[in-house]
Nanobody, 123 residues
């Protein structure tokens, strides 16, 4: 069974940090681009960051540039999203997704999705 599982979410104060993990089971991530997306209540799902299968190409939403860093460890079959200087507006459910094609911020291009992990930034 092909599965993506996110972890690392939680409650953090503004200015704090979290590292999200996206682990794959049932398939290897080596050939997949990975995207991180988020969805806040009442809002559409938006792209946060993506990384190519090799890790050589990354992209970020303007709202997270300079604060979030995406990386991957293919040996561990895991992709990470390091989130620093978190703001209340970063509060959302964060999803990772895998695409057999190019890395893109378009959620429609992704084939497999995780169930999401809640990130709440609040004092």
């Amino acid at each position: 069974q092909l599965q993506l599982v996110e972890s690392g979410g939680g409650l953090v104060q503004p200015g704090g940090s979290l590292r999200l993990s996206c682990a794959a089971s049932g398939f290897t991530l080596d050939y997949y681009a990975i995207g991180w997306f988020r969805q806040a209540p009442g809002k559409e799902r938006e792209g946060v960051s993506c990384i190519s299968s090799s890790g050589g190409s990354t992209n970020y939403a303007d709202s997270v540039k300079g604060r979030f860093t995406i990386s991957r460890d293919n040996a561990k079959n895991t992709v990470y999203l390091q989130m620093n200087s978190l703001k209340p507006e970063d509060t959302a459910v964060y999803y990772c997704a895998a695409s057999f094609h190019i890395a893109t911020m378009n959620p429609g291009a992704y084939d497999y999705w995780g169930q999401g992990t809640q990130v709440t930034v609040s004092s």
